[in-house]
């Protein structure tokens, strides 16, 4: 088969290969963040670069005064779905007020739930995001709870009603990539909701191990507005999750402890 006929048939499968989070649907499985960019346009342009439709946004850094630059300037609501974000709150109370007013101020119910409990790690606090999970779960939000590698809080979080589990592949900003592959896979077989690795994503190939390993998607933010490129690590992290997925669905080789011949040993000339 022709080379442009192979890349033809693998965006097709892209293209058809969508996720669920809660009544949204959608294709992409990078998710990106808007801190720490030079500036708005580089923000921009590698948000576009990342082909990725969900963007987050911390709701405590956001200006809704209109009086100057604010990082939703960076996002095409046209092209992206904004996903407000709960970062910097420490207790249930704080985020679901958060929530609220972001509701409040048109930005939907869709939100992605953070409650730290560490300041120096910036580790979440699992009962607390279980607990304010729960609320806003009732109140008629859309949940993406980011939380610890723990198979436990997943399940806990799920039973609360959260649309995704977030879990970390290492602490926020780290650059470490997937710390612990056996934890993310438990997870993935213990909860029905979608897992979307969050945090600790520091170059392409962590990306593409998490979706390897199954995991419906990444988000990440410094790891792209960290490089020293950051339009094209963009690129590079889109291509990586593409890679990932598509690597996940063909299903890798066995592991083997040793050496097995590619080509067959009967029949070989003397």
Same mark, same amino acid.
């Given at each position: 088969?022709?080379?442009?006929?192979?890349v033809m048939a693998a965006t097709r499968v892209d293209d058809?290969?969508?996720?669920?989070?809660?009544?949204?649907?959608?294709?992409?499985?990078?998710?990106?963040?808007?801190?720490?960019?030079?500036?708005?346009?580089?923000?921009?342009?590698?948000?576009?670069?990342?082909?990725?439709?969900?963007?987050?946004?911390?709701?405590?850094?956001?200006?809704?005064?209109?009086?100057?630059?604010?990082?939703?300037? %960076?996002?095409?609501?046209?092209?992206?779905?904004?996903?407000?974000?709960?970062?910097?709150?420490?207790?249930?109370?704080?985020?679901?007020?958060?929530?609220?007013?972001?509701?409040?101020?048109?930005?939907?119910?869709?939100?992605?739930?953070?409650?730290?409990?560490? *300041?120096?790690?910036?580790?979440?606090?699992?009962?607390?995001?279980?607990? %304010?999970?729960?609320?806003?779960?009732?109140?008629?939000?859309?949940?993406? *709870?980011?939380?610890?590698?723990?198979?436990?809080?997943?399940?806990?979080?799920?039973?609360?009603?959260?649309?995704?589990?977030?879990?970390?592949?290492?602490?926020?900003?780290?650059?470490?990539?997937?710390?612990?592959?056996?934890?993310?896979?438990? /997870?993935?077989?213990?909860?029905a909701v979608p897992v979307v690795v969050d945090a600790g /994503?520091?170059?392409?190939?962590? *990306?593409?191990?998490?979706?390897?390993?199954?995991?419906?998607?990444?988000?990440?933010?410094?790891?792209?507005?960290?490089?020293?490129?950051?339009?094209?690590?963009?690129?590079?992290?889109?291509? *990586?999750?593409?890679?990932?997925?598509?690597?996940?669905?063909?299903?890798?080789?066995?592991?083997?402890?040793?050496?097995?011949?590619?080509?067959?040993?009967?029949?070989?000339?003397?």
């Open positions: 088969m022709p080379a442009e006929l192979d058809d290969d969508t996720w669920q989070v809660g009544p949204h649907t959608f294709r992409s499985r990078l998710l990106v963040g808007t801190g720490r960019y030079a500036d708005i346009a580089q923000a921009r342009r590698a948000i576009a670069e990342s082909g990725a439709e969900l963007v987050t946004v911390a709701l405590r850094r956001v200006d809704l005064s209109g009086q100057g630059p604010s990082v939703l300037d %960076a996002i095409d609501l046209d092209r992206h779905t904004l996903l407000p974000n709960t970062a910097g709150c420490y207790t249930a109370e704080d985020a679901v007020r958060t929530a609220r007013l972001a509701r409040e101020a048109g930005m939907g119910d869709l939100l992605k739930l953070e409650v730290i409990g560490c *300041a120096k790690t910036l580790y979440p606090d699992n009962e607390e995001t279980v607990r %304010a999970a729960a609320m806003l779960a009732e109140e008629g939000f859309v949940v993406m *709870a980011y939380c610890g590698d723990d198979v436990v809080v997943c399940r806990r979080l799920e039973d609360a009603g959260v649309a995704a589990v977030m879990p970390l592949a290492a602490p926020i900003g780290s650059g470490l990539g997937v710390r612990n592959p056996h934890n993310l896979r438990l /997870i993935l077989e213990e909860v /994503i520091g170059t392409a190939s962590d *990306a593409a191990v998490a979706l390897e390993l199954g995991c419906a998607a990444v988000l990440m933010n410094s790891a792209i507005a960290a490089a020293d490129d950051p339009v094209a690590m963009a690129r590079a992290m889109r291509l *990586a999750t593409s890679a990932g997925r598509l690597a996940f669905r063909a299903g890798r080789m066995p592991r083997k402890l040793y050496a097995t011949a590619s080509s067959p040993l009967d029949g070989l000339i003397a």
